[in-house]
């Protein structure tokens, strides 16, 4: 592998737990990495030894979100390819196509391509021909009010009128009957122009209380596709996740084997390349519905990681620099179950405040073998000392936990959850462990709108009406 | 994306470059992430908003200025003497003496165009010859009081031994943008070598 031909010098273009993860898979591949960091995280120990590149300000608007000023980072300090990591410019066309006309191989799927999914009609046009299911709604974007009345009486209330260039819940509104779609419509449209520039919206038939289940596929520039099974991110906070598992505990065997090849053939239609996701709603009937696509890796791609022994980045990297798929789907083993932990610095017996600070001990917990052969492994960018900067988001540290089976599994992030040592910020671990130790969670009894086993928390519990279609970032 | 790129053959956008007080000195620093093209030589002088060369960004030639509060005759800069430098953001460009005057900015080496005298900076002959403010009779002249000039404009032109040569304004310790107090021979007048030609003031 370490002979495989791909990049000499690869800029990251992100920060903390992601970038530190995409410079590991580049030391393996005997790729130098150059970070570009912003004043706020220059000089901070996960950089020690690195090459970086000063991009500007604190202040992402300045720095990590310049799409100008990252690819002359990366241009001066004379690299070839460029990683977006997640979040910031990732899914970003425009800034893909600007890293490719100066010459920098952007690791991700072409502009248009996600351009295509990046507008919600076309995308799901191009997810229905592949045969994926999807939600009840209108056919592509709404011209007036009485079209969206005429559609949502034809699907059935409640329904959801979201904005065509959405994303993170905003541009959304939902109509429980037909004298509330002339306002949610109009507010609907002035939020998503307001937003996104865009005042087009579409609808679809609200799912309340279903569960999140997504499929990771990986294609390479040849037109070969294959899966990495399904995550279930159910446990979610305001369209956050908290925890990812794979397999999904609830998704019919019959359903799962279906909806897998139906991704995989989709990501060959649309002609994408490299790693991505497909997320969908389980709705209360067992089926797997098409939300939307994700052209970039995810924060919970280890959990794929661990079942298949693939390493999703490497991959990436290879594919990048034009190699085909390093592995056939039948040569692709899901084993056992894996669980992810996001640890985030916020105070989750403060309605989950945000908590910048300085981490003064910082202990990871152990990753080895228990009595069922079950492992942890650690992934973040945070040592004693770190500080944690007040510009971006809080998450600091991912455990993921693999056994043979899901209790097993479950039971193993326990003792690394309590193992981890993390002095000076409060962190989400004992929100964590409350879940996973709670019946409900260990019995399948929760969907997207509470978290099971953290009741009381302000904020967190079932918002009723709030739409489980949502993205979490 | 944030920002449109921006086409620099239509017009030239500027950039401010970040000030930093560093006793008496005065620090320059990167605005951004770049290519940093015709620096200042150190002992030119730098007037406060004057031009401290050209930042490159992805192909796009901005012109980079110093703060308004901040000139001063060039101590010191930092890294290689390169054509063009790769700086990142903040990261160091020039430490200026704002205590130094113009007076004592000219550093012009023997033969050198240009020099401070008292009262100014001046562009000097580069050449003996027959001095023309105007590239034919009846034309517009090449330069007059009050214009503003850059590096490499044509000032006038020398007749020496029988070859009208263009004198091209630029040198040594002379601002890449002037603006011209005084043209200072008489049209077709005889100079010498080191004549002033030019009375000038940064712009």
Known sequence: MAALATFHRLFIANRGEVAVRIAKA????????VFGVSEADAGAAYLDGRETVRLGPGRAAGSYLDAVRVVQAARQSGCTALHPGWGFLAENPTFAALCESHGVTFVGPPAHVMHLMGKKT???????????????????VLADVEQARAVADEIGYPVLIKAESGGGGRGMRIARGSGEVAEAFADAQAEARAAFGDPRVYMERLVEGGRHVEIQVMADRYGQAVHLGERDCTVQRNHQKLIEESPSPVLPEAVR???????VEATCRIGYVGAGTMEFLLDGD???????????????????????????????????????????QEQLELRGHAIECRINAEDPSQ?????????????????????????VRVDTHVSSGYRIPPHYDSLICKVIAHGPSRDAAADRMLVALSELVCEGVPTTVPMHRAILASEAFRHNRYDTRAIPGWPGSPGSPSRPGSPAGDRPA | MKRAQVDGRLFTPELVARLERDGTALVLRSPAVGLWRGAPAAGSMVSPGGLVGELEILGVLHRLRAPDDAGGVVLERP??????????????????????????????????????????????????????????????????????????????????????????????????????????????????????????EPV
């Not at chain 1, 580049?26 to 130098?32: K, P, V």
């Not at chain 2, 290689?80 to 160091?92: G, H, K, L």
């Not at chain 2, 040594?172 to 009375?199: F, I, K, N, T, Y």
């Open chain 1, 26 to 33: 580049c030391d393996a591949l005997g790729i130098t990495p």
């Open chain 1, 257 to 263: 084997a279906q909806s897998l090849a139906a991704a």
């Open chain 1, 286 to 328: 067992g089926v797997l519905r098409f939300m939307e696509m994700n052209t970039r890796l995810q924060v919970e791609h280890c959990v794929s990681e661990m079942r298949s022994g693939v390493d999703l980045v490497r991959e990436q990297l290879r594919v990048a620099a034009g190699h085909p798929l390093s592995l056939r």
């Open chain 1, 351 to 375: 309605g989950f405040r945000p908590a910048p600070g300085t981490i003064t001990r910082w202990q990871s917990p152990d990753g080895a073998a228990d009595a069922t052969g079950s492992t």
């Open chain 1, 122 to 140: 076309p995308a799901k046009q191009a997810m229905r021909a592949a045969g994926l299911q999807l939600i009840p709604g209108s056919d592509g």
């Open chain 2, 79 to 200: 890294g290689p003497a390169a054509a063009r430098r790769a700086v990142a953001y903040d990261d160091e460009l020039l430490r200026l003496d704002p205590e130094a005057g113009p007076a004592r900015a000219g550093v012009g080496e023997g033969g050198g165009v240009a020099q401070a005298e008292a009262g100014g900076l001046v562009f000097r002959s580069p050449l003996s010859g027959r001095f023309y403010v105007r590239p034919a009779p009846g034309q517009e002249a090449f330069v007059k009081a009050g214009d503003v000039i850059e590096v490499g404009r044509t000032v006038a032109l020398l007749e020496v031994m029988k070859t009208f040569n263009r004198v091209a304004y630029g040198g040594e310790g002379l601002p890449s943008s002037a603006r011209v107090l005084e043209v200072v021979p008489a049209d077709e007048a005889d100079v010498d070598e080191d004549d002033v030609l030019l009375r000038v």
